[in-house]
């Protein structure tokens, strides 16, 4: 017999802050968190401006020293995120039955710095002088092993890698397998800390990123006439889902239940969205079928829009389609107005927020929405949070490589 799944436990790290509660505030209020590169030296790069976990930080307060040199960035915004997500669960660790319990979690390029460092090393001192913690500290699935390790959590454990959709596809895949009643608990969400020299330059190779470097708190514009690419941005979202009886025996605090996930691939490009929005619009739809609702059901999307010209208005011929006569009424937002793209790490931090909007009744603003896109004519929450009973949340994921991913919340 298949379980209920729900949310038991939430953490985060992004560009507004460490914690749930800290983002929600910055997040309803419409701050951005972008502004200029820090974390390397930019000035020869088209684009300077990044969402950079950086300014508050402080990674020694929440990680032994020891334990945090042994760590790229990408895992210690993980191992911090989960800690929120533990704790927030009230789950006891280890668990009496630690094959019970897994860990799954997305990274769309892993530890990217510690690769580069390796590589400068090999060029300048030769392979001799290579840190024997190197492929520790990259290495995607490293994540989920060691926050197995810090818990005890000897179930089904690994890393998930699908680019923009990584987030996503972890919470989506731990949710069947709690739903199929392989495990008790999963603890599962995406993690990434790509802004670095060879990210940056990769994604202006492209032409992917916004060069708004002047305004660093503006160039993030979903779904506005004057976008022009997105803004990187690292952190991580965790959260801890749960079969709702063992929730219930335990007497945990619920958050929201996962009732519907969906996953696709628009098999048409390596980069470009499929210019219908097939793939975007069967991923929804799966996840509404899941959930035995009609589409009119839902009160908020959180849509994956990037702030590029193809994904917002792909997507919004998606919704259209989805959504039907209904379209009109639904409030959309993309919250990557305020944190920038987290890649990786976007759709678990996403569908902590779209959580939020069931638990507070508050759609989140897309900021810097001042010229609506002709294609774009949906209800995006221009500029300022609303007030709103939301039974139903959709958050979207989709990747490069066509992958999409959509998760489906119920108000408990």
């Excluded at 397998?177 to 495990?183: I, Q």
């Excluded at 929005?277 to 839902?298: C, F, H, L, N, T």
């Excluded at 793209?341 to 959580?355: Q, W």
Aim: hydrophobic letters at 40%; charged letters at 20%; aromatic letters at 8%.
């Amino acid at each position: 017999m298949q379980q209920r799944v729900v949310v038991t436990g939430m953490g985060m790290v992004t560009c507004l802050g460490t914690g749930v509660a800290t983002n929600w505030e910055a997040l309803s209020a419409g701050r951005s968190g972008i502004g200029p590169i820090s974390l390397f030296d930019a000035s020869d790069c088209y684009t300077r401006i990044a969402g950079e976990v950086a300014p508050h930080f402080d990674s020694a307060r929440h990680i032994p020293v020891k334990e945090y040199r042994r760590l790229d960035r990408f895992q210690q915004f993980a191992l911090v995120a989960a800690g929120e997500a533990i704790d927030d669960s009230g789950i006891s660790c280890p668990p009496e039955n630690p094959y019970r319990f897994g860990v799954i979690v997305g990274s769309g390029m892993g530890g990217l710095a510690t690769i580069e460092k390796g590589v400068e090393v090999i060029r300048t001192k030769g392979p001799s002088r290579i840190s024997p913690l190197m492929i520790i500290m990259s290495v995607i699935n490293l994540s989920p092993g060691m926050l197995a390790i810090k818990y005890g959590f000897r179930g089904p454990n690994f890393g998930l890698v699908n680019a923009c959709a990584s987030g996503a596809s972890a919470i989506g895949e731990a949710y069947r397998l709690v739903r199929e009643g392989c495990v008790d608990v999963v603890l599962a969400g995406g993690t990434e800390a790509v802004i670095t020299s060879l990210s940056v330059g990769g994604f202006n190779a492209l032409r992917a990123l916004s060069t708004r470097n002047d305004e660093p708190q503006r160039a993030s514009r979903p779904f506005d006439a004057e976008r022009d690419g997105f803004v990187l941005a690292e952190g991580s979202g965790m959260l801890v889902l749960e079969a709702r009886e063992h929730a219930r025996a335990r007497d945990a605090s619920i958050h929201a239940e996962i009732v519907g996930y969906g996953a696709t691939d628009d098999a048409f490009h390596f980069v470009m969205p499929d210019p219908q929005g097939d793939g975007a619009y069967w991923a929804m739809k799966q996840a509404v079928e899941e959930a035995s609702i009609e589409p009119s059901r839902i009160d908020y999307i959180n849509a994956h829009g990037t702030s590029t010209d193809l994904n917002d208005k792909i997507e919004t011929l998606a919704i259209k389609r989805l959504m039907g006569p209904t379209a009109n009424k639904v409030a959309i937002s993309s919250t990557k107005s305020m944190t920038g793209h987290m890649i990786g790490a976007a759709g678990a931090v996403e569908a902590i927020y779209s959580i939020m909007s069931i638990k507070t009744g508050v759609i989140p603003p897309t900021i810097n929405l001042d010229f609506p896109s002709p294609e774009c004519d949906l209800d995006y929450t221009p500029n300022k949070a609303v007030s709103r009973t939301v039974d139903y949340a959709i958050s979207n994921s989709f990747a490069f490589g066509g992958q999409n991913a959509s998760l489906l919340f119920k108000r408990v």
